[in-house]
């Protein structure tokens, strides 16, 4: 059973690169894939765990809870009395007056169907989550081949892409760059980065069973490191290289861990984190990204965060709702400036959440961002491997891509994510005795 569903597991994530790669097209592969997400967090939650299984760590409680609150609290029902002093609901309430209608009651969400509709596109991310952390989930060096062998095959295609100006899978995307599996070249290239750590990690796990001598191991990690590398740079994503240099000082570290123990190092390397955190955020005001042409006015990163503060200004501190982000922007906008291009994101995760869900979205990054910090402090403390420490370099690229773009909007992206989350919170690979030998592996 234990090898069936990590199967299984590892064929959904599988399917979610392969088919996931846009934040709102091919709606019918995510509803499958929505679907299929649906029976696999069923299945994981049903598998009960043993007492003595140290995968089965308390979850993020905190994280969690922020979730459900904010959830729940989309979809609460209020009385016109309530919901019309609302910020931000002035309108609404004056076309139910011109319809001559009687204010009915309404959810905290301006649109609870978008709101539904926009916690669907989590689902894929979540069912990893919960199978990766099953006790019959796949190990962190089953799921590093997949994600190695995906980012490489999606590096293929961009490759062919960028040379014939086809293949593209997408029918709004970045034509003439490398987006792969992906709709957009910047999701690509964060996808080939957070693949390239996994290549490290997978390169420092201790493998007794491996079967190629030191030297062609290393050279083999060498080749393909060294593809992925310019994979990413063939992507020709501006946000994309700096996580790519930020990728490889971490990798070099992954690699010689030694380092760290030098105090003025460390330094070195924070500093180095925050240059970089601030260059992706210079380079988001700068420009307006990749997809969108630097000269249309109001279609500039800088217009997108201006008008999303004055969002979540009106707005808070409910929020207008998980979803409404793209039926609520055209308000915002200057109207001499508007074209035939729409906005579909705010081009910032976390500023998208504050605009949606105001202070509960809030207090959700803030639970996520401590759970992130603890993890960190745990890791030092303990010393733990060094593969732990890539697993929190993922995440990290990640969360820093989403202040300048929308990473975690994309289905493919957010999986990576989610079972990255379960793997950090859990021991790196399983004890041998649950593979049939009888001795501990530390990871």
Same mark, same amino acid.
């Given at each position: 059973?234990?090898?069936?569903f990590?199967?299984?597991?590892?064929?959904?994530?599988?399917?979610?690169?392969?088919?996931?790669?846009?934040s709102?097209?091919?709606?019918?592969?995510?509803?499958?894939?929505?679907?299929?997400?649906?029976?696999?967090?069923?299945?994981?939650?049903?598998?009960?765990?043993s007492s003595d299984?140290p995968?089965?760590?308390?979850?993020?409680?905190?994280?969690?809870?922020?979730s459900?609150?904010?959830?729940?609290?989309?979809?609460?029902?209020?009385?016109?009395?309530?919901?019309?002093?609302?910020?931000?609901?002035?309108?609404?309430?004056d076309?139910?007056?011109?319809?001559?209608?009687?204010l009915?009651?309404?959810t905290?969400?301006?649109?609870?169907?978008?709101?539904?509709?926009?916690?669907?596109?989590?689902?894929?991310?979540?069912?990893?989550?919960?199978?990766?952390?099953?006790?019959?989930?796949?190990?962190?060096r089953?799921?590093?081949?997949?994600?190695?062998?995906?980012?490489?095959?999606?590096l293929?295609l961009g490759?062919m892409?960028?040379?014939?100006?086809?293949?593209?899978?997408?029918?709004?995307?970045?034509?003439?760059?490398?987006?792969?599996?992906?709709?957009?070249?910047?999701?690509?290239?964060?996808?080939?980065?957070c693949?390239?750590?996994?290549?490290?990690?997978?390169?420092?796990?201790?493998d007794?069973?491996?079967?190629?001598?030191?030297a062609?191991?290393?050279?083999?990690?060498?080749?393909?490191?060294?593809?992925?590398t310019?994979?990413v740079?063939?992507?020709?994503?501006?946000a @994309?290289?700096?996580?790519?240099v %930020?990728?490889?000082? !971490?990798? $070099?570290? +992954?690699?010689?861990?030694?380092?760290?123990? #030098? /105090?003025?190092i460390?330094?070195?390397?924070?500093?180095?984190?925050?240059?970089?955190?601030?260059g992706?955020?210079?380079?988001g005001?700068?420009?307006s990204?990749?997809?969108?042409?630097?000269?249309?006015?109001?279609?500039?990163?800088?217009?997108?965060?201006?008008?999303?503060l004055?969002m979540?200004?009106?707005?808070?501190?409910?929020?207008?709702?998980?979803?409404?982000?793209q039926?609520?922007?055209?308000?915002f906008?200057?109207?001499?400036?508007?074209?035939?291009t729409?906005?579909?994101?705010a081009?910032?995760?976390?500023?998208?959440?504050?605009?949606?869900t @105001?202070?509960?979205?809030?207090? %959700?990054?803030?639970? !996520?961002? $401590?759970? +992130?910090?603890?993890r960190?402090?745990?890791l #030092? /403390?303990?010393?733990?491997?060094?593969?732990?420490?890539?697993?929190?370099?993922?995440?990290?690229l990640?969360?820093?891509?989403s202040?300048?773009?929308?990473?975690?909007r994309?289905?493919?992206?957010?999986?990576v994510?989610?079972?990255?989350?379960?793997?950090?919170?859990?021991?790196?690979?399983?004890?041998?005795?649950?593979?049939?030998g009888?001795?501990?592996s530390?990871?």
């Amino acid at each position: 059973m234990k090898n069936l569903f990590s199967l299984v597991t590892l064929v959904f994530l599988v399917l979610t690169v392969l088919i996931g790669g846009s934040s709102s097209q091919a709606l019918p592969a995510n509803a499958l894939l929505q679907f299929l997400a649906a029976i696999l967090i069923g299945w994981a939650i049903a598998i009960k765990p043993s007492s003595d299984d140290p995968t089965c760590y308390p979850s993020l409680r905190w994280v969690w809870l922020a979730s459900a609150l904010l959830i729940v609290f989309q979809f609460l029902p209020m009385p016109p009395a309530f919901w019309t002093r609302l910020p931000g609901r002035d309108g609404v309430a004056d076309g139910f007056v011109l319809l001559d209608v009687a204010l009915p009651w309404q959810t905290i969400s301006m649109s609870p169907w978008a709101s539904l509709g926009s916690l669907t596109w989590l689902l894929p991310a979540a069912a990893l989550y919960f199978a990766v952390r099953s006790p019959q989930g796949p190990d962190l060096r089953a799921l590093a081949r997949v994600i190695v062998t995906l980012a490489c095959a999606s590096l293929a295609l961009g490759v062919m892409q960028r040379v014939t100006g086809a293949l593209y899978l997408y029918r709004v995307t970045n034509y003439g760059l490398s987006v792969g599996f992906f709709a957009n070249a910047n999701h690509h290239a964060t996808f080939l980065v957070c693949a390239l750590l996994f290549w490290v990690i997978l390169y420092v796990l201790p493998d007794k069973r491996r079967g190629l001598s030191d030297a062609v191991r290393s050279n083999l990690f060498y080749l393909i490191a060294l593809y992925l590398t310019i994979g990413v740079i063939l992507c020709g994503s501006l946000a @994309g290289t700096i996580l790519l240099v %930020l990728a490889l000082v !971490f990798a $070099a570290f +992954l690699l010689k861990p030694q380092w760290l123990a #030098r /105090r003025n190092i460390r330094l070195g390397l924070f500093a180095f984190l925050i240059a970089g955190a601030a260059g992706s955020v210079y380079i988001g005001m700068s420009t307006s990204g990749f997809i969108l042409d630097t000269d249309m006015p109001g279609m500039s990163r800088t217009d997108f965060w201006r008008n999303g503060l004055s969002m979540v200004l009106m707005y808070f501190p409910f929020g207008s709702g998980l979803g409404t982000f793209q039926e609520l922007y055209p308000q915002f906008e200057n109207v001499d400036l508007v074209g035939r291009t729409y906005v579909n994101h705010a081009h910032n995760d976390y500023l998208e959440l504050l605009i949606e869900t @105001g202070v509960s979205g809030g207090l %959700l990054i803030a639970a !996520f961002g $401590a759970w +992130l910090v603890m993890r960190i402090a745990i890791l #030092r /403390r303990e010393q733990t491997t060094t593969a732990l420490h890539g697993l929190m370099g993922v995440l990290g690229l990640i969360a820093l891509h989403s202040l300048v773009d929308y990473p975690l909007r994309t289905a493919a992206i957010a999986a990576v994510f989610g079972l990255t989350i379960a793997l950090s919170s859990r021991p790196v690979d399983p004890p041998r005795s649950r593979r049939g030998g009888t001795a501990p592996s530390e990871r």
